[in-house]
Antibody, heavy 116, light 108 residues
Framework: DVQLGQSGAEVKKPGESLKISCKGS????????VAWLRQMPGKGLEWMGI????????RYSPSFQGHVTISVDKSISTAYLEWSSLKASDSAMYYC?????????WGQGTLVTVSS | EIVLTQSPGTLSLSPGERATLSCRAS???????FAWYQQKPGQAPRLLIH???KRATGIPDRFSGSGSGTDFTLTISRLEPEDLAVYYC?????????FGQGTKVEIK
């Protein structure tokens, strides 16, 4: 079975750094782009960016360019989403998903809470 | 960026009724690279429809997608209580692959 397993919930303070992960299994990880999406509390889905595991080609949505870093370690079939300095407004649920243009398999989500 | 506008914001119907959800794009999605997702409370979204009208694996045939160009529709032919969810449309013709703001389906 295709699965995307995300790392657990995080509680951080403003200014701290954070890296969350998304591990693919049950398929050839390097054959598909991986997408990251944000869902703020009570709101809709926002496209953050995508990465291709073979060569780490990364495409960011203009709204997120410069605010987050997407990376991948293809040797362990894992994609990452990273912040160098969190803000309270980064509090949200973050999803990874396998991209075929459409998103056919989703991770369970990682809840990030940023509070002083 | 293609902007997607969904209507209505909320749909309240009884079990067995037909639900029609609309999504309008700010510019033509000419290759029908269009998808619909269902997000139940507390869960991750799930793919229902891709390429405007193709049901994803395991999706019941009461869900159907149609449309072309700038106007797309998701139809749930006979609502069931477990269809309580927010439904999102998405285009994947032009990066960034944007979403609509969602339609909430309530069951009376």
């Amino acid at each position: 079975d295709v699965q995307l397993g995300q790392s657990g919930a995080e509680v951080k303070k403003p200014g701290e750094s954070l890296k969350i992960s998304c591990k693919g299994s049950g398929y050839t990880f390097t054959n598909y782009w991986v997408a990251w999406l944000r869902q703020m509390p009570g709101k809709g889905l926002e496209w953050m960016g995508i990465i291709y595991p073979v060569d780490s080609d990364t495409r960011y949505s203009p709204s997120f360019q410069g605010h987050v870093t997407i990376s991948v370690d293809k040797s362990i079939s894992t994609a990452y989403l990273e912040w160098s300095s969190l803000k309270a407004s980064d509090s949200a649920m973050y999803y990874c998903a396998r991209l075929q243009g459409y998103l056919d398999y989703w991770g369970q989500g990682t809840l990030v809470t940023v509070s002083s | 960026e293609i902007v997607l506008t969904q209507s209505p914001g909320t749909l309240s119907l009884s079990p067995g009724e037909r639900a029609t959800l609309s999504c309008r794009a700010s510019q033509s999605v000419s290759r029908n690279y269009f998808a619909w997702y269902q997000q139940k409370p507390g869960q991750a979204p799930r793919l229902l429809i891709h390429d405007a009208s193709k049901r994803a694996t395991g999706i019941p045939d009461r869900f159907s997608g149609s449309g072309s160009g700038t106007d797309f529709t998701l139809t749930i032919s006979r609502l069931e209580p477990e269809d309580l969810a927010v439904y999102y449309c998405q285009q994947y013709e032009s990066s960034p692959y944007s979403f609509g703001q969602g339609t909430k389906v309530e069951i009376k």
